[in-house]
């Protein structure tokens, strides 16, 4: 992996010095993935991890293995800046998700990471009330979450976006009466997801996955003290999702950056830039929980060649005229080169000199809420930031 301090820093598109493109996108299963359909950046990496299998484990840091579940307890915030990711015990904020239930289980995953500071603590419960507003927002196409596009290039909403509209309304306006029928409508579409999956196009699986997110940050606000099965269902559930995604792309979910593969039509950019922000979320995600606390929990460094998120003027574009003029601003300025991975937004976050605070101003002027939480969600672990400047030895984020 090439970091962004190996290259050449410029302020202008055509002077600068690319990265070569980073086979950064691993599956679970190598063997899906039909050897004509893999991108070259891919061939090599792919071949090797085939013969050493247990190195996978190292590009990891996917959804697959991701549970959101009901281990989320309450309790206090310690101060633990100097503890590392390898050695942190689960503290679990108050009040965060209210209702859950106290009891401890290495079989409920969701672990609290520990910021190291007052603010960073801060920082970490913004995160989360963002986070839990997803459902809300999903009642109107104009305030989708900042993962899902409102699909303003398509007559109609796809399917299970409109299903997944009509829940969450359900969610918002639940009564103690209602709640039962509106589990049963999540679990008929978790089902439905299950039974019709090998049928799905890619643009299908995508909604579907998206949908499931919601569904499943529904199942973590809506606790009724008891802890049913449906967390490590819709997990796996997910992953479902994710080996056929993987199949019908011939290359992990979560896409590349769009100089790295531009996208030649609107609609073909809103997909990928989909998938990237899918990506994105999940980083935010485990900026504030582990997977459980016998997992190391991914670090900055690993995702330093990670694609961001691309601008807001982009993503909210409502004709394809806007989107072009959206883009040709968008790819003529500084953040096309300069700030496109996580890398250069760390740096930028970290390093505080002159032309990182340009990029940092330019990052913030076009970013919508996904890069907010993006840069509160790389700020949360000083410690981290050390080890992602100081630790620059080729390190992969799969998806």
């Known amino acids: 992996m090439v970091s962004r301090t190996e290259l050449v820093p410029s302020l202008v598109r055509g002077a600068s010095n690319r990265p070569e493109a980073a086979a950064d996108d691993i599956p679970n299963s190598l063997s899906d993935i039909p050897v004509e359909n893999r991108r070259p950046a891919q061939m090599g990496l792919i071949a090797r991890l085939e013969h050493n299998p247990e190195e996978v484990d190292s590009y990891a840091m996917d959804w697959v293995n991701f549970s959101w579940d009901s281990s989320l307890q309450q309790g206090s915030l310690t101060n633990s800046a100097s503890t590392s990711l390898s050695t942190r015990q689960p503290i679990f904020l108050q009040n965060d998700f209210p209702g859950i239930p106290t009891t401890s289980s290495r079989s409920r995953p969701l672990i609290r990471r520990r910021p190291g500071t007052a603010a960073a603590e801060q920082g970490a419960r913004l995160v989360l009330h963002i986070i839990r507003a997803f459902p809300e927002m999903m009642q109107r196409r104009q305030t989708f979450p900042p993962f899902i596009h409102q699909h303003w290039h398509t007559p109609t909403l796809p399917e299970k976006l409109a299903t997944c509209m009509s829940i969450s309304q359900l969610f918002v306006s639940r009564t103690h009466?209602?709640?039962?029928?509106?589990?049963?409508?999540?679990?008929?579409?978790?089902?439905?997801?299950?039974?019709?999956?090998?049928?799905?196009?890619?643009?299908?699986?995508?909604?579907?996955?998206?949908?499931?997110?919601?569904?499943?940050?529904?199942?973590?606000?809506?606790?009724?003290?008891?802890?049913?099965?449906?967390?490590?269902?819709?997990?796996?559930?997910?992953?479902?999702?994710?080996?056929?995604?993987?199949?019908?792309?011939?290359?992990?979910?979560?896409?590349?950056?769009?100089?790295?593969?531009?996208?030649?039509?609107?609609?073909?950019?809103?997909?990928?830039?989909?998938?990237?922000?899918?990506?994105?979320?999940?980083?935010?995600?485990?900026?504030?929980?582990?997977?459980?606390?016998?997992?190391?929990?991914?670090?900055?460094?690993?995702?330093?060649?990670?694609?961001?998120?691309?601008?807001?003027?982009?993503?909210?574009?409502?004709?394809?005229?806007?989107?072009?003029?959206?883009?040709?601003?968008?790819?003529?300025?500084?953040?096309y080169t300069d700030v496109w991975n996580f890398g250069a937004l760390i740096d930028a976050h970290y390093n505080r000199d002159p032309l990182n605070t340009m990029r940092l101003d330019a990052w913030e002027a076009g970013t919508d809420k996904m890069g907010v939480l993006l840069s509160i969600a790389i700020s949360l672990f000083d410690n981290d930031m050390e080890e992602s400047q100081t630790d620059l030895s080729p390190a992969g984020c799969s998806r």
């Open 177 to 335: 009466e209602t709640k039962p029928f509106l589990w049963r409508s999540i679990d008929h579409e978790e089902q439905r997801f299950r039974d019709e999956l090998e049928n799905y196009s890619k643009h299908e699986t995508l909604a579907a996955m998206q949908a499931l997110v919601i569904y499943t940050i529904i199942a973590i606000v809506d606790q009724d003290g008891e802890i049913p099965p449906r967390y490590g269902r819709l997990t796996r559930t997910f992953k479902m999702m994710t080996i056929r995604f993987i199949r019908l792309l011939g290359a992990a979910p979560f896409s590349e950056a769009e100089w790295a593969n531009p996208s030649l039509q609107w609609e073909d950019w809103v997909f990928a830039e989909s998938r990237r922000r899918l990506g994105c979320l999940w980083f935010i995600i485990s900026r504030i929980v582990c997977p459980d606390a016998d997992l190391l929990c991914p670090t900055l460094k690993a995702c330093r060649n990670k694609p961001l998120c691309t601008a807001k003027a982009m993503w909210e574009a409502r004709s394809r005229e806007e989107w072009e003029t959206a883009r040709a601003f968008f790819d003529a300025g500084l953040l």
